[in-house]
């Protein structure tokens, strides 16, 4: 039987313009767990642009604080959003400069356009702070996490938190594309870049929030259940 996924993500309030650009891009809305009409990015190919979007879509717009996991066991959703909750409460907003649309190898993503140490120390915390209630990985991810090549510091993390990505291996990004032919990731990150700074204003960015999102079965797409702003 087919058990939950849960990941702690920062998500933008549902009525920001940040919120809207993410979802149109993508095509779906993880707040409504609806389908969306795309905002196809000028230039790009109608028909393609959901093949390109397919895999970020399956997990609704975001940026990774905690990678996705089952619970652990004796531990329970009830118990994981009454901790969330009490996490978010004792952390401060993390201001960030502003995000530019950037180009990770072969996908494209929102990053922060400064570096920011308190951000990599947020993202660090919340991996630490959330895990007993993480199920060690399974022998099928533990392969597929394996099978991309990884440094002796991100197969160590791998080991101890079930994701490589963290610690000094983390990079803050958000989303907006799968992986792309190599010859169309320029262009597809300028077009993005234009049609971001047409939808969201050009001000700085406050990381306020911590969202949970949950995943009823591998087939699914991740929903969001529930936001807590930090600080309360």
């Known amino acids: 039987m087919s058990t939950p996924r849960y990941a702690l993500y920062y998500a933008p309030a549902c009525d920001s313009a940040l919120w809207r650009f993410g979802c149109a891009t993508l095509g779906y809305d993880a707040f409504t767990g609806q389908d969306i009409a795309f905002a196809v990015p000028a230039g790009c190919d109608a028909e393609g ?8 879509r399956r997990y ?3 940026a990774t604080l905690k ?17 969330a909750h009490q996490i978010a409460a004792g952390l401060s907003a ?12 072969r996908f494209v993503a929102l990053t ?9 120390k947020l993202a660090f915390d919340m991996v630490q702070a959330f895990e007993p ?4 990985l399974g022998a099928a991810d533990l392969e597929r996490r394996l099978a991309s090549p990884l440094t002796p510091a991100q197969r160590a993390y791998l080991e101890a938190y079930g994701y490589p990505y963290v610690g000094d291996a983390f990079r803050f990004h958000m989303t907006l594309t799968g992986s792309l032919p190599q ?18 204003p050009a001000e700085p960015v406050a990381i306020d929030r911590v969202c949970l999102f949950r995943q009823p079965d591998r087939e699914s797409r991740f ?6 702003v930090l600080g309360r």
Not at 112 to 120: I, N
């Open 49 to 56: 642009w959901s093949q390109a979007t397919a895999e970020p």
């Open 60 to 62: 609704g717009f975001h």
């Open 67 to 83: 990678a996705p996991f089952h619970l652990a066991n004796g531990r329970s959703e009830g118990q994981l959003r009454a901790f």
């Open 94 to 105: 993390v201001p960030l400069a502003g995000l530019t649309v950037t180009a990770l190898g």
């Open 112 to 120: 922060p356009s400064e570096p920011s140490p308190a951000l990599q």
């Open 133 to 136: 209630f993480r199920a060690p």
């Open 183 to 200: 010859d169309a990731v320029s262009g597809t990150a300028v077009a993005l870049a234009g049609a971001y700074a047409a939808a969201v």
């Open 223 to 228: 929903h969001l259940l529930d936001s807590f």
